[in-house]
């Protein structure tokens, strides 16, 4: 049986593609789908992607993230990086590694993208490189395997 990773995608990223193509790229989620699941298959990894726009379905999937004893959880939490504490509280409330990404690098956007709650509660974070930071994700969940 493979492991399964969760690929959880926070507001707006249903949008890839053609939201602000200059800062997200032409890169649909659809794409990035494609490219983890055949990325998985090589890793002998499951690949369960999924987008919501409601905070709540977030916590959600974190909380099922942890009933599936799920490898990893790679998540884009979008605009809630900066505004949800529910998303930092159902993190630090499992065991399992969360990997937070972004496409782009907020340190280099608006100050207000500057602080993540998600961060000090996450495993690592992948910024700034478009959607290559949802495979370095990968890479890194995968190596999750030998060092826990």
């Known amino acids: 049986m493979a492991d399964l990773v969760l ?14 193509p200059e800062i997200y790229g032409a890169t649909t989620l659809d794409d990035i789908a494609a490219m983890l699941v ?3 298959e090589a890793l002998g990894i499951d690949i369960e992607l999924r987008q919501s726009n409601h905070e709540g379905h977030l916590v959600d999937w974190l909380h099922e993230a942890a009933r599936r004893d799920a490898l990893a959880v790679i998540l884009n939490a979008g605009a809630y990086t900066h505004t949800s504490v529910a998303l930092r509280d159902a993190i630090k409330a499992i065991t399992v590694p969360v990997i937070e990404v972004h496409l782009s690098n907020p340190h280099a956007r608006e100050s207000f993208r500057h602080r993540s709650h998600i961060a000090p509660v996450a495993r690592g974070t992948i910024a700034g490189f478009g959607a290559a930071g949802y495979a370095l994700a ?3 969940a995968a190596g999750l395997r030998h060092k826990d």
């Open 38 to 40: 055949a990325k998985g």
């Open 7 to 20: 690929v959880l995608n926070g507001p707006n990223l249903n949008l890839l593609g053609t939201r602000e």
């Open 138 to 140: 990968l890479d890194a």
